[in-house]
């Protein structure tokens, strides 16, 4: 098991409602990265965060977006829900510079009907 | 980064090799070949990186081909434990591990 933990582990959400998820770094992590992973597809890259700033965005609307916390934790929060919006939500938290690898915690898996 | 080809799917006995294979023959000459794995309902995990040289750590060897095009992920012993979704992505190392571009992955399924 790594050390970053993701809560709330399931969730439903009514279209339209906004939804907050929320992730602890690993000790010593300062970077955490959010990915979006549907049924039967890799995970895509939706933000990463580094010391309490967005540090890259991948394609996804405004309607996402994030916090980090001077603990390194962090929230990813999405406005008007969509059906499509239905997925497994990763986090992951590793150091800046890549030379430890990235580690993931156990998703949040959002359904929204 | 470098798009990877995968085959979507893969079975393999337990207790042989599980070979794993990954086309990326735009690779540029700085980009390294990482593998993760997802056992299900879990997040990915790393397994083993390589640039040009053949690596080998405790859970896997990879092979690269000398004209870096390809590489093989090669489980020894497969267990059933070893069933899931195992992902090549290639990534110039030092830049940040957060940000990883995921294909679809090969499902490795380890039959008894």
């Known amino acids: 098991e790594t050390g970053v933990t993701q809560s709330p582990t399931h969730l439903i959400k009514t279209r339209g409602q906004q939804v907050t998820l929320r992730c602890s770094s690993q000790s010593g992590h300062n970077t955490v990265s959010w990915y979006q992973q549907a049924l039967g597809q890799g995970p895509q890259f939706i933000f990463q965060y580094y010391r309490e700033e967005e540090n890259g965005r991948g394609n996804f609307p405004p309607r996402f977006s994030g916090l980090q916390f001077p603990n390194y934790s962090s929230e990813l929060n999405v406005n008007a829900l969509e059906l499509d919006d239905s997925a497994l939500y990763l986090c992951?938290?590793?150091?800046?510079?890549?030379?430890?690898?990235?580690?993931f915690g156990q998703g949040t898996r959002l359904t929204v009907v | 980064d470098a798009k990877t080809t995968q085959p979507p799917s893969m079975d393999c006995a337990e207790g042989r090799a599980a070979n794993l294979p990954c086309n990326h023959s735009?690779?540029?000459?700085?980009?390294?070949v990482y593998w993760y794995r997802q056992i299900h309902s879990q997040g990915p995990q790393y397994i083993i990186h390589?640039?040009?040289n053949n690596e080998t750590n405790e859970m896997a060897s990879l092979i690269i081909t000398e004209d870096r095009k390809s590489s093989t992920l090669i489980l020894p012993h497969a267990t059933l434990r070893d069933t899931a979704v195992y992902y090549c992505i290639v990534r110039v190392l030092g830049t940040n591990a957060g940000k990883s571009t995921f294909g679809d992955g090969t499902t490795l399924t380890v039959k008894p």
């Open positions: 735009t690779i540029s000459g700085n980009e390294y």
């Open positions: 992951a938290s590793s150091q800046p510079g890549g030379v430890t690898e990235a580690f």
């Open positions: 390589g640039l040009k």
